[in-house]
């Protein structure tokens, strides 16, 4: 059974930085040709992908926001950490992690604000 | 970046209706489309890949078509729990992109 979590702040103050971390269970991101996305969805809004890691260390992120994200994994700890810089009110949403496009976690609403 | 436009962005239907939406790429993604169910405070929920596979589990008043640039989920007869929102997401080309969503109210 395929099972993805996000952890991290619900709360950051703008210019801060956001780590989001998604815990994962039922397969191996050392497998082709296994990856995990980060998405957000800010309130009312439409979905926007942020960023890709994949079974080769592979990475690939968003050009909008690229100079904002590190995405990485710890496959020891089947986690995967997505690190986002300068946090600012725009970026409130709902973070999700997904293994590649099939499952995805509940999300976790992250809220910037003063 | 692929542009992914989806509609209607809303529709009112009964039980038993028939719904289609559709998704619209600004260049050819083959068939590198997912069709998904999102209900409130709930994860997303994959029901249909490559454009038409649908997906384990998922009942089969839910098909899906198209290739290239013009994509379409189909409902044949809604039930009351397929009221929620629905989006595409192609994964064809880096940025990955979404449309922007369709709820199904009644």
């Known amino acids: 059974q395929v099972t993805l979590r996000e952890s991290g702040p619900a709360l950051l103050k703008p210019t801060q930085t956001l780590t989001l971390t998604c815990s994962f269970s039922g397969f191996s991101l050392t497998t082709s040709p296994m990856c995990v996305t980060w998405i957000r969805q800010p309130p009312g809004k439409a979905l926007e992908w942020l960023a890709l890691i994949d079974w080769e260390d592979d990475e690939y992120y968003n050009p909008s926001l690229r100079p904002r994200l590190t995405i990485s994994k710890d496959t020891s700890r089947n986690q995967v950490i997505l690190r986002m810089t300068k946090m600012d009110p725009v970026d409130t949403a709902t973070y999700y992690c997904a293994r590649c496009f099939d499952f995805w976690g509940q999300g976790i609403l992250v809220t910037v604000s003063s | 970046d692929i542009q992914m436009t989806q509609s209607p962005s809303s529709l009112s239907a009964s039980v038993g209706d028939r719904v289609t939406i559709t998704c619209r790429a600004s260049?050819?993604?083959?068939?590198?489309l997912g069709w998904y169910q999102q209900k409130p405070g709930k994860a997303p929920k994959r029901l249909i890949s490559t454009a038409s596979i649908l997906q384990s589990g998922v009942p089969s008043r839910f098909s899906g078509s198209g290739s290239g640039t013009e994509f379409t989920l189909t409902i044949s007869s809604l039930q009351p729990e397929d009221f929620a929102t629905y989006f595409c997401l192609q994964h064809n080309t880096y940025p990955l992109t979404f449309g922007g969503g369709t709820k199904v109210e009644i």
């Open positions: 260049q050819g993604i083959r068939n590198d």
